[in-house]
């Protein structure tokens, strides 16, 4: 079981839904750009990890402001978050987000996310 952390949690939220779900929920709004996270169940078995494994590093991605926690709603990214997932999509999957998203999406999304 490799040690789970922030960044890993992103990444397997983002392979997640772009490899095995081929989606990825993105809210626009006026100010900014928000994306729904998967479950933390979900994330931990994808992670082959016990669910409240993956509890604490949500709370401490809550706490640093990348992601927002609504009941009923999920997990979405804050501003930040928002940013660190789409850096990760570019660097590690940018062939696959430009499959699922189209090109032209992902580079406007690219340019909408500083």
Same mark, same amino acid.
């Given at each position: ?8 949690? #992103? ?5 997640? *839904?772009?490899?095995?779900? $081929?989606?990825?929920?993105?809210? =626009? ?5 928000r994306i729904k %996270? ?5 994330? +931990?078995? #994808?992670? @082959?990890?016990?669910? &409240?494994y993956v509890l604490? &590093? =949500? ?7 990348? !992601? @927002?926690?609504?009941? /009923?709603?999920?997990?979405? @990214?804050? +501003?930040?978050? @928002? *940013? $660190? %997932? ?5 660097? $590690? &999957?940018?062939?696959?987000a430009e499959k699922?998203?189209?090109?032209? =999406? ?5 340019? /909408? !996310?500083?």
């Amino acid at each position: 079981m490799a040690a789970i952390n922030i960044d890993l949690i #992103f990444d397997a939220a983002i392979r997640i *839904q772009l490899i095995e779900e $081929k989606t990825v929920s993105i809210i =626009f709004t006026e100010h900014e750009v928000r994306i729904k %996270f998967p479950t933390t169940r979900r994330l +931990a078995e #994808f992670l @082959t990890v016990p669910h &409240y494994y993956v509890l604490p &590093y =949500f709370a401490m991605m809550e706490e640093d402001g990348l !992601v @927002t926690r609504a009941e /009923r709603v999920g997990i979405m @990214t804050s +501003a930040s978050g @928002t *940013q $660190k %997932f789409v850096m990760i999509m570019a660097e $590690k &999957y940018r062939e696959t987000a430009e499959k699922i998203l189209g090109p032209a =999406f992902f580079r406007d999304l690219l340019e /909408r !996310v500083p």
